[in-house]
């Protein structure tokens, strides 16, 4: 490690966190909690992250919510759960790691920030009914409505969601039938929550840690860009970032704290990190690999879990914020009745309604002819699925806007439309329209998993929430593409049980620290399950900080005595 200090520093506090979604936040008020200063460096002019875009949830096992509401978990349940899906692909003691400390951390923040959490009643886990440690509900938790007039002059430089419906919560959408009925939301109060200001979801949760930092005086410095990680020649000691067209020096007595998110937006990397061709994205420009560019220079080790291509689709006409195509995800429609995808030839291949079956099978690869069998592939529906349910933004009471996908009045011509063979897709149809009217998918097994109902069915839809029949003209279909995963990554960061970045001699890299998605998955390794990114970036932000002031948990010891784990701390 070669030293390359500045003649001098524009400003000196105990942790710098970079980046401002909940991940770095976690990071700064915990340090200014435990007594240090710390200050938080945004790429961009906005604060949240990714954070505020995404659905609000944190996934917390055995958490004091649910326990108040008399719903049973336990520590070796959820770790069990994690361990059994995580293939072999992950480590025990990071998952171990991730369920002892997320319930400490919501109750840490909850009690430091006044954090407010609420039980997602309905949700279930991914794999309730097919692993025997999931559980029907409790682990999913949403943030409480915020009052971002609370934020002051930082209201309208805190993020939104142009994705989300961020002013209802889960129980708000599942008291409206579900995303399926839409229709049937309770529009007025959305209304007067938009009015006041009022965010749920994604958006409220960035809020609440934004308040917390604001709270505490923590620095926020956005249009601020990290570029080099400074260093004493042992450890990591400071940030030379650009702000205002100049270096600007900031000195980290103890520790900075890598929380910039993932590599989304960087093409070269999605190909060589993870595998993934031409990725649409839902987030922002500056998503691009910095913990990456940051760290490497210093020996940081990098690790990768098996993942999938996520699939979605532009609206023409809709744009994001930096004026780019605007992505939806495609994860709704896909499990709604009178919906199903097929392939170049015509063919279901897998089960639409969940993704995590479904998405591994899109980048297939037939290695006799050295193709993707499953790529391209389109999304099918019928006038019922337009006229009951939302396809991305396009409500059932709009016009289809024109030049988006194929509209044709039989399934003959949509095959003539797509080239697809007209035989095939007449046959894959009238089979689905079997199944549908028997409620059971012989094929894939669609509508065998219960969070697939609450994600993407309608519970008004008998005999299956996630099967209907394909019968009424016209008929559409829209070219679905890859998209990533909300910045969720299959490759970051491996760091130790304190979140310290870890060096390619397997020692921990001294002064550096990361969180959230910058971190390498090994707790889910070759699973993924809707709120544990949030809660990665919670909990090991407050671990990172916990470590850095000299006060790291001895929370995992314990636990891994108590169910036997060994092996090291990476």
């Not at 293939?87 to 009690?111: K, P, Q, T």
């Not at 839902?282 to 760290?295: E, K, P, Y």
């Not at 930096?322 to 030839?345: D, I, K, M, Y």
């Not at 591994?360 to 009951?388: E, M």
Request: proline share 5%; glycine share 12%; aromatic share 8%.
């Amino acid at each position: 490690m070669q030293a390359n200090l500045p003649e001098s520093w524009d400003i000196e506090v105990d942790v710098v966190s970079l980046g401002s979604g909940i991940g770095g936040l976690s990071a700064a008020i915990t340090a200014s909690e435990l007594g240090g200063t710390a200050v938080v460096l945004e790429r961009s002019p906005m604060v949240g992250g990714v954070t505020a875009l995404s659905m609000g949830e944190v996934w917390v096992v055995a958490n004091q919510l649910a326990s108040e509401l008399g719903m049973p978990d336990s520590v070796e349940a959820g770790f069990r759960y994690l361990e059994r899906l995580s293939m072999g692909y992950g480590n025990d003691l990071s998952i171990l790691n991730l369920v002892v400390h997320a319930r400490e951390a919501l109750r840490y923040f909850e009690r430091t920030i006044g954090l407010r959490m609420r039980v997602i009643d309905d949700c279930p886990d991914y794999y309730y009914g097919h692993c025997e440690h999931a559980v029907a509900a409790g682990r999913m938790i949403e943030p409480v409505p915020f009052a971002a007039q609370a934020l002051g002059d930082w209201q309208h430089r805190t993020r939104l969601s142009p994705q989300m419906p961020y002013g209802m919560t889960h129980a708000d959408i599942s008291a409206g039938g579900g995303a399926a009925n839409m229709i049937n939301w309770d529009f007025n109060l959305m209304g007067d929550r938009l009015a006041r200001d009022e965010r749920c979801l994604g958006p409220g949760l960035a809020a609440y840690f934004v308040k917390g930092a604001l709270d505490r005086g923590i620095e926020l410095l956005t249009d601020t860009s990290a570029e080099e990680l400074l260093t004493d020649g042992e450890r990591i000691v400071g940030v030379r970032a650009s702000r205002d067209g100049r270096d600007f020096f900031v000195r980290a007595r103890r520790g900075v704290v890598v929380a910039v998110s993932s590599y989304e937006r960087r093409q070269d990397y999605n190909r060589t990190l993870g595998q993934k061709l031409d990725l649409g994205s839902m987030v922002f420009s500056s998503i691009d690999g910095s913990n990456f560019r940051l760290a490497g220079p210093h020996g940081a080790r990098i690790a990768t879990v098996p993942d999938i291509t996520t699939l979605g689709f532009v609206v023409p006409g809709e744009e994001d914020e930096e004026g780019s195509p605007l992505w939806r995800n495609a994860l709704l429609p896909l499990g709604l009745p009178h919906t199903l995808v097929v392939n170049r030839q015509g063919r279901r291949f897998g089960n639409e309604a969940f993704y995590r079956q479904f998405n591994y099978r899109v980048d297939a690869i037939d290695g006799s002819a050295q193709t993707h069998p499953n790529f391209p592939c389109w999304l099918v529906f019928d006038s019922q699925a337009k006229d009951k349910y939302p396809i991305g933004a396009i409500t059932p009471d709009q016009r289809w806007p024109a030049g988006f996908g194929c509209v044709a009045d039989s399934v003959a011509e949509l095959a003539q439309k797509l080239g697809v063979d007209a035989d095939a897709l007449a046959h894959t149809i009238a089979t689905f329209n079997d199944y549908a009217a028997a409620g059971v998918d012989d094929d894939f097994g669609r509508g065998t998993h219960p969070w697939s109902a609450w994600m993407c069915g309608d519970p008004n839809n008998t005999p299956n929430p996630n099967l209907g029949p394909l019968v009424k003209p016209p008929f559409y279909a829209i070219e679905l593409r890859r998209i990533g995963g909300t910045a969720i990554p299959s490759a970051g960061l491996l760091t130790d049980t304190d979140s310290r970045v870890m060096g390619w001699d397997d020692k921990p890299i001294a002064g550096l620290y990361a969180a959230g998605n910058s971190v390498a998955r090994m707790e889910t390794g070759a699973v993924m399950q809707s709120g544990i990114s949030n809660a990665r970036g919670m909990t090991y932000g407050w671990l990172a900080a916990r470590h850095a002031l000299g006060k790291p948990s001895e929370l995992l010891a314990r636990e891994a005595r108590r169910l036997e784990l060994g092996g090291a701390q990476s």
